[in-house]
């Protein structure tokens, strides 16, 4: 496989619901093997950006490809081959709340890959022991966890099979500074143990320097800014500038403030 | 302009088109899962015991009170000697014609449509279909496949257990309070069983079966915005549900029975 070519390659993606325009001609690319943080203010469309990747919401105009196989337009056949290569990890976490937690962390090995149920749930406790959560939190229901252990289970769930290409929505939001540290250490160990290509959606500074090789900032259903890691302090970009430093005077009009 | 007649009928035709062809697809696409594999033989029995065996008290209570009504309603209108001949046949008729199967079909529409419509409804709220397709795992075929499937197979059944539980209460009333004798009462019954009656019966079950948990799966997936959207789809379910028995009924009916 040749390493110029992106793992991920998104151009000019549109999306919009009903008039809402929400992503509104989004560039991106990843190479392999390399962690993206995607940043940007609350509703201006991270979530909406990978669902639109992923093909779980069906983008308006534009182009993703995927190891360079467009998907936007793909049949429902190959779409199920390029969906293995990837796991994701829902901002809400998303667990079954029919299956116990062990079933939830394996349910990608039994269903989709057709693993023998014993193995996958050998699988599963070693992922859920990755996350911190031990063999006694695998029997109970997700009803039964605090939203920061589901988180972990939902982490647990997006890694089990081993994926090639990861997207992390929120990984770290509602965990305490410890165990956001503990999940932080998990998303790089996922880039350098398993060489998976990650995309990263986070609020948190800390742990975008952590985690990310390359930051990117969405605006206005646009990517207005994009660069190494290193260089996100000297950015020259005012957007990032007051993201970054968290400050609510700056170009960036949160809601609350337009009136 | 919102007051323009035409145009408000032109929308409403529009949007009706727009739902009937959005229906058909959803109908074709759940029922092609149906047929192809992987199946998932657990669920289907897990949702056959949902549907049709929890569903006994509520249809076994309707089905013996129905049998004993139709027997009172019936002996007022004959003198005592026709009673005792015609009584046998009118409640066995009528409830394998039509009460039966139409009567135990709207309880369970009422039971089975609203409980599927508000479980997947709360998935797609909560993003756990979109889970499921990030898992390699077809939502048609994982959720919906199944139920369409134990809803076609558990109603028939449903149903041939109301039809002798009501014919049963008719029984109990014939004999009890009306003084007829047991033994050409239970005669005259097996003599007034027609097989076209009870074929058309169960045909009858089984496509109310399906349109039940039809019409509960497709709003419950289209569900949209939180607890709100749910409480939409759970209504629309049992009322679109109990619409379509009442005619289909009227068109299986007419295939059966028209001359
Ligand atoms: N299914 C949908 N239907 C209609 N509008 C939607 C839908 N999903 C998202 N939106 C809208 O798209 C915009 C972007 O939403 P999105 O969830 O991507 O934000 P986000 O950047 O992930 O925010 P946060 O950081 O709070 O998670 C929001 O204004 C939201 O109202
Ligand atoms: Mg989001």
């Known amino acids: 496989m040749s390493n110029d070519r ?103 090995l039994i269903q989709g890959r057709a693993t023998d149920r014993r193995e996958a749930k050998d699988i599963a406790l070693a992922k859920l022991a990755s996350v911190g959560l031990g063999a006694d939190v695998a029997g109970l229901y997700p009803a039964e966890l605090s939203g920061g252990m589901q988180k972990r289970v939902a ?69 207005i800014w994009e660069g190494p890691v290193a260089a996100i302090d000297e950015s020259g970009n005012a957007y990032v500038e007051q993201f970054i430093n968290g400050r609510a005077e700056g170009p960036i009009k949160m809601a609350v403030r337009e009136s | 302009m919102p007051n323009n007649p035409l145009a408000l009928i032109g929308r409403s035709v529009l949007s009706i088109f727009g739902i009937a062809g959005r229906l058909t697809l959803f109908t074709l696409e759940s029922s092609s899962h149906c047929f192809r594999p992987p199946f998932y033989p657990k669920l289907i029995l897990h949702q056959m015991v949902k549907i049709g065996f929890h569903s006994l008290p509520v249809v076994g209570l309707t089905a013996i009170f129905t049998g004993m009504v139709l027997v009172l309603q019936t002996y007022t209108g004959f003198s005592d000697f026709a009673a005792e001949s015609s009584i046998p046949i009118i409640v066995v008729r009528s409830l394998t014609r039509e009460l039966g199967p139409v009567l135990a079909a709207l309880m369970v529409a009422g039971r089975v449509g609203a409980a599927t419509a508000a479980e997947i409804g709360t998935m797609r709220v909560t993003e756990q279909i979109d889970a499921l397709t990030t898992l390699s795992t077809n939502p048609y075929k994982y959720l919906i496949a199944p139920r369409l499937i134990a809803g076609f197979i558990s109603l028939p059944l449903l149903v041939a257990v109301a039809e002798i539980i009501g014919v049963m209460g008719g029984y109990l009333v014939s004999t009890y309070k009306l003084g007829f004798n047991p033994t050409v009462y239970i005669q005259n019954i097996f003599d007034a069983l027609e097989t076209l009656d009870i074929v058309s019966g169960l045909v009858k079950a089984a496509v109310f079966g399906f349109l039940i948990v039809l019409m509960g799966c497709y709003h419950g997936y289209n569900s949209r915005g939180g607890a709100q959207g749910v409480g939409a789809a759970t209504t629309n379910a049992v009322v679109s549900g109990a619409a379509l028995i009442l005619v289909f009924n009227y068109i299986i009916t007419e295939a059966f029975f028209s001359k």
């Open chain 1, 6 to 108: 992106p793992k991920i390659e998104v151009r000019g993606l549109r999306k919009s619901f009903g008039s809402k325009i929400v992503l509104d001609g989004a560039d991106l690319h990843v190479a392999e093997g390399e962690s993206l943080v995607v940043i940007g203010g609350s509703g201006t469309g991270k979530s909406v950006l990978i669902k639109t990747i992923i093909g779980l919401l069906e983008a308006d105009g534009g182009s993703v490809k995927i190891d360079g196989e467009e998907v936007t337009t793909m049949r429902s056949r190959d779409r199920d081959r390029v969906l293995r290569k990837i796991g994701m990890l829902f901002q809400g976490s998303a667990l079954f709340d029919s299956l116990p937690v062990w079933e939830n962390v394996a349910f990608g």
């Open chain 1, 155 to 223: 982490l647990a769930r997006a890694i089990a099979a081993n994926p090639e290409i990861i997207f992390f929505d929120e990984p770290t939001t509602g965990l305490d500074p410890i165990m956001a540290d503990i999940i932080n250490e998990l998303v790089v160990q996922c880039r350098t143990e398993l060489g998976a290509t990650t995309i990263s959606i986070t609020h948190d500074m800390v742990s975008t320097r952590k985690i990310a090789d390359r930051i990117a900032m969405i605006h206005g259903g646009r990517i």
